[in-house]
């Protein structure tokens, strides 16, 4: 039976792609440096769907189904990073707390532009 692969797509990190990870030898520090790598691709990715939003060259609707994608992703994060606070080992509890808090930050970003919504165009 052979392992999972992880599907690096930042959009569909979920727990059984880390739960696939420790199948093949992956440890918890692993796991959350991988994690961490998908925090980071959602910062760009958020960047991008902010400077989409501001051109409103998309429409209103694309850019909400975009945000709520990216946020459900980013709960996802969220979750496996709080797993992991309690953590034996400090370096896993750092990456954790960091990964906390970069996705809180995001997710705070794409809720106020889901709330405020893109600027009217001048």
């Keep these: 039976m052979s392992p999972k692969q992880c599907d690096h797509n930042p959009t569909s990190a979920t727990e059984n792609d880390l739960t ?3 199948d093949v030898g992956g440890g918890p520090m692993e796991m959350m440096l991988f994690t961490v790598n998908q925090m980071f691709e959602h910062a760009v990715l958020v960047n991008e769907l902010e400077s ?3 051109i409103t060259s998309i429409s209103v609707f694309r850019v909400r189904r975009l945000q709520r994608k990216l946020l459900d992703s980013l709960v996802v994060l969220a979750h496996i ?9 400090p370096a896993v509890r750092a990456t954790a707390e960091l990964l ?10 794409l809720y106020n532009l889901t709330r405020v919504g893109p600027p009217m165009a001048k």
């Design 20 to 22: 696939a990870m420790s």
């Design 52 to 54: 989409i939003a501001m």
């Design 81 to 89: 990073a709080h797993r992991f606070l309690l953590h034996g080992d």
């Design 100 to 109: 906390t808090t970069g996705t809180a930050f995001l997710i705070g970003r």
